[in-house]
């Protein structure tokens, strides 16, 4: 049996388991002194209005206001600038996110081909090399998320993209055409690169690339994507019983979005932050004309400039990580990580199977299938949310609901007097427990770390954090089985508990609220320059 982790990022399986306000002004390349009055309402990026609805099926728009920007040159004269073209970061979020529904898909595939492949590999009776199979992609993943900063730091986000989709592909290629173990070790670790990579550069580009006002709900996309391709996975192997062989088509159907990725990416703006910090100025107002149009040009730029991010401070390093300047963001960005994983989200999908089973649901398929709309459905309630009511707000009534959903499946355990109604008692808190889950503690870290982190800092502690998610997945999966077979499940889940109500006490004292405030803005308050 396997178990699907939700985390962060999405979903995983285990064997057995981002106020520039009153006037700034910055000289642009022909000399002419800006001056710009912005209020927050006025926060870079083009005005994106979604349609009806929200979630996979909103249509978001690029409309840009208009706003006098006066440019004051050397005579005194005064000339206002307009928008001439409109801009859109759309084509290139859906893009970015074709490296989340690998992610999902990656980690799913396996759930379903893995009897399969072990009979045709010849390791049926072999539960160590199917294991070794399952938890090769965590280590994969873990060497990629630090690999991921680095590289972006260094190359740049797109061209990260574009390295990234070369383990994807190749590793969906040795997957699909193995004919031994060994082959399909290599495929599954090469894989595990490139969704760590992923993991870290999707929502860091996002992040960097979307208007202030609705970089909730697109950086929540990620999650969504990730919870699609953990279903497209699922819908993928449905052919498995007729076709035993169909895993081999399963793998290799990951090398399309791999493929397209690459393709995307290559045509795909960089983002205008790492450019400006690597000084690159006239790549980084043409990226801005691409993503905002070209109204938007002064403003961005002085708004990057007022931030210091075209300071002569270099490069961040890891150890850098660690100082006072950076230290406490960076923690918050690992704490989050850590509260999600010691939350319980893999002990609640691992006995998901036989809570259903003890409730008439014999069907694993099935049982897999509400527990990932659950989880669907709750990324795309806060999708919708995430720019109304605020990052903290959502994790703080996450964490709540998940503290509920393990009372409330510990008791269906133990009380005598729940006895008769434990079985739907305990598929209604698995199911409030993931629904929980998806409103915050699922999608908002990976959207709230790109924006507490400073600019110079922030793929290296995107990828750092990300690499803490990881490994206490992996330790996590190493133990758990043994500590609830010494304490027993009700009590593990009362303790999940326990935790979920100190996450609520540590984001209550600790994280900041985001929404609505440029990257710049969070960055000169949570790390401003010595």
């Known amino acids: 049996m396997q178990a699907i982790n939700l985390g962060a990022t999405g979903f995983h399986l285990q064997n057995r388991a981002r106020v520039f306000s009153s006037a700034s002004q910055f000289k642009t390349k022909n000399g002419t002194v800006c001056v710009i009055g912005t209020g927050r309402d006025d926060s870079f990026g083009s005005r994106l209005r979604s349609g009806a609805g929200s979630g996979v099926g909103s249509v978001i728009r ?71 199979i399952v938890s090769t992609l965590l280590a994969g993943a873990t060497v990629g998320s630090f690999t991921g900063g680095s590289l972006a730091d260094q190359f740049g986000r797109t061209k990260t993209f574009l390295l990234d989709a070369i383990p994807l592909t190749v590793g969906a290629f040795f997957c699909a055409t193995a004919t031994n173990v060994q082959t399909m070790i ?51 192997g449905l052919p498995l019983a007729a076709n035993p062989l169909w895993w081999r088509t399963m793998f290799a159907i990951a090398a399309v979005p791999s493929v397209l990725l690459a393709l995307g990416m290559a045509i795909s703006p960089e983002s205008p932050r790492w450019l400006v910090q690597q000084k690159k100025i006239d790549q980084a107002e043409k990226a801005i004309k691409t993503l905002y149009g070209d109204g938007k040009v002064v403003e961005v730029m002085a708004d990057l400039s007022a931030s210091g991010q075209g300071s002569e401070e270099q490069d961040a390093g890891w150890f850098d990580l660690f100082s006072a300047r950076y230290f406490k963001v960076v923690s918050v960005g690992a704490a989050l990580f850590l509260f999600q994983q010691l939350a319980g989200i893999n002990a609640v999908v691992y006995y998901s199977t036989s809570v259903f089973r003890t409730a008439g649901v014999a069907s694993d398929v099935a049982a897999s299938a509400l527990v990932g709309a659950a989880n669907v459905f709750g990324t795309m309630i806060a999708s919708s949310l995430m720019d109304k009511q605020g990052r903290k707000s959502l994790l703080i009534t996450s964490f709540s609901g998940m503290a509920i959903s393990m009372l409330l499946l510990s008791l269906s355990f ?35 770390l790109p924006e507490i982190f400073a600019s110079r800092i922030r793929a290296k502690a995107v990828a750092l954090s ?51 405030r440029s990257l710049e803005d969070i960055e000169r308050e949570l790390s401003p320059a010595t």
Not at 495 to 501: D, K, M, P, R, T
Request: proline share 4%.
């Open 62 to 132: 690029s409309s840009v206001k208009h706003r006098s920007v006066k440019a004051q040159a050397s005579d005194g004269d005064v000339t206002p600038v307009k928008s001439q073209s409109s801009g859109s970061v759309l084509p290139y979020v859906g893009v970015a996110s074709l490296g989340a529904i690998l992610f999902g898909y990656h980690l799913g595939v396996v759930n379903g081909a893995l009897e399969y492949l072990a009979k045709d590999l010849g390791i049926a009776d072999n539960a160590v090399l199917q294991g070794w």
């Open 186 to 236: 290599i495929g599954r670790l090469l894989a595990g690169i490139g969704i760590g990579i992923s993991s870290a550069i999707v929502p860091l580009y996002i992040s960097e690339i979307s208007p202030t006002e609705i970089r909730g709900t697109l950086g929540s996309i990620n999650q969504l994507f990730i919870c699609i391709g953990i279903l497209a996975a699922l819908v993928a």
């Open 414 to 448: 133990t009380w005598k007097v729940l006895a008769p109604y434990s079985g739907p008692l305990a598929v209604i808190g698995t199911v409030l427990y993931v629904l929980s889950f998806s409103l915050g503690a699922g999608p908002v870290p990976a959207l709230l």
């Open 466 to 516: 990300l690499g803490m998610h990881w490994i206490s997945n992996f330790v996590i999966g190493l133990y758990f089985l043994s500590v609830v077979t010494k304490f027993g499940i009700s009590k593990v889940y009362l303790g999940f508990a326990s935790i979920c109500l100190l996450a609520v006490l540590y984001i209550g004292g600790n994280v900041v609220e985001t929404k609505g």
